[in-house]
């Protein structure tokens, strides 16, 4: 069994039910995604729409892929043909360019609110008052093409777990309070966070879904 297949199992089988694993597949070529897809997985995620486009045309249809990386908005009529998931909307206007194309493809997109919650200016995200009028503003209430799915969020990044747990425990507790405040008919229900580095912290403190790239294909290779 490859490398990657092992991985996979071993993720499969070490998380918890409600927890559901995002195969981070970044600089990975289509034929390392096929042996994580032939071992089982089906969501992957990509931050590039240009690599996920030509990723997309070439791999199984039944792909499942999130969108995880900033997103901006000439882009979005790329993907919101068959994107399942964005992870990282920052605005209302980003939404609602989402809404608009996927309205063209008579699509319903999940997206995430993304969070702000690190030490570091080149995090993007939203706080806690902005998630709020935007969860709150008629526009958003009017969108009948995207839904928000939850809240996503990415912790500094240092050894120091003890930070990086406190980094959670604050977006769970926003997800919390958003999600008591604003029911939804259901659907705001997701939690996304954790990575290679801190996926266990992440699903102590409530995570509903992981995103891991180096610890199932091991080491990126920028070029
Ligand atoms: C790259 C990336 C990940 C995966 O990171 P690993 O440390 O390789 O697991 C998760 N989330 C986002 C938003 C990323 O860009």
Redesign the pocket.
Known sequence: MSLIAENIRYFHSVLPPQVKL?A?S?TKSPAEILEAYDAGQRAF?E?KVQELLLKYESLPKDIEWHF??HLQSNKVKFITPFISYI??VDSLKLLAEINKEAKKSDRVIKCFLEMYIAEEDTKYGLDMEEASAILESPEYKNFQHTSVAGL?G?ATFTEDMNHVRKEFQYLSYMFNVLKTKYSFGGCFRELSMG???D?TIAIEEGSTMV???????GD?VYR
């Open positions: 995002i981070v970044k995620g931050n995880i990386g992870h990282s996503m990415m990575m290679s580095g996926y995103r891991i790239g180096g610890s199932i294909f990126r």
